[in-house]
């Protein structure tokens, strides 16, 4: 599993993630750091979790690297307390902004989705270094584009990793790709920066076919991928000009994500057998 992990995650420490991303930007990428965790049990462990990206967007900035940091809401106790939660990403936000970093509220399952956009709204109003992550599958998400705080606005877009109920989400792969130009389309319209996260080359294209139509300037937009999945798109991507930022995420626990990685990717696994044989 370890081996298996190594294609996904930058390792179990910060050392390793700083490493990660200064090899990411020796090739040009920009990145984003996420320590692995999410559902902490108790405050300790939500307290523990936010020294950890402190001590992370310091490294960031002593080394100068274009990356910040991504965080899980309930990584930071949201499903515990949201009052706790917000606290500690306040802190974290304050932390950033002393050190010209950013920091991203990442999006989780469905029953979190209220919560999440209301943490945003209040740290949107205190942090311009403030971003947000919104799914297509998600049936309200349009709503939820036009309720966004006034001003500008940073937004991830990504499909959403969660499986959710027919009854609130898109289910089949078309309608996912769909709503989510159709969501590219109003962010851009209303003057977000909008951080495209996906390796769907075809949904791609329709996003930028919208670029070209809304003539988004270039630092309005960026690919965002996940670091191990499709490099070959990233490259073909740089070489057309665009800014691709790749998402490394270290920690010890490592073995739930790889999981999931795995899960998505079965195909991984026989090139790790073949490699470890000397076929590969
Ligand atoms: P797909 O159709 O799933 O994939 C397109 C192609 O890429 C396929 O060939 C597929 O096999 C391959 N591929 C895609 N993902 C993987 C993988 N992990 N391993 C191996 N091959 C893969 N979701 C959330 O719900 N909340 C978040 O906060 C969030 N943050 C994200 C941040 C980044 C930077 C990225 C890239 C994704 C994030 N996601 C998040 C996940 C996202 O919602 C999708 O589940 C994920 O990107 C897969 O969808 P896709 O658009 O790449 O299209």
New binding site residues.
Partial sequence: MRRLAARYIAGETLAEALAELADLAGRGHPG?LDILGEHVEDEGAARAAAGAYGDAADAIADAKLDAYVSVKPTHFGLALDPRLCLELYAALAERCRARGIFLRV???DHPTTDATLALFASLRARFSNVGI?L?SRLLRTPADIAALPAGPVDV?L?????LEPAAIAHVE?EPIRAAYVECARLLFARGAHVRL????DG?AERCLQVVREQKVAADRYEF???LG??EELWAKWRRAGHTVRV?VPYGPEWRAYSQR?LR??PQ?LRHVMRNAVGLG
Avoid: F
């Fill in positions: 984003i990442e999006m989780e992550v799914q991830r990504v499909k959403g990793i969660y792969p996260a996906t390796h769907d949904l965002q991928v996940l999945v499709r998402y990685r998505k990717n991984i």
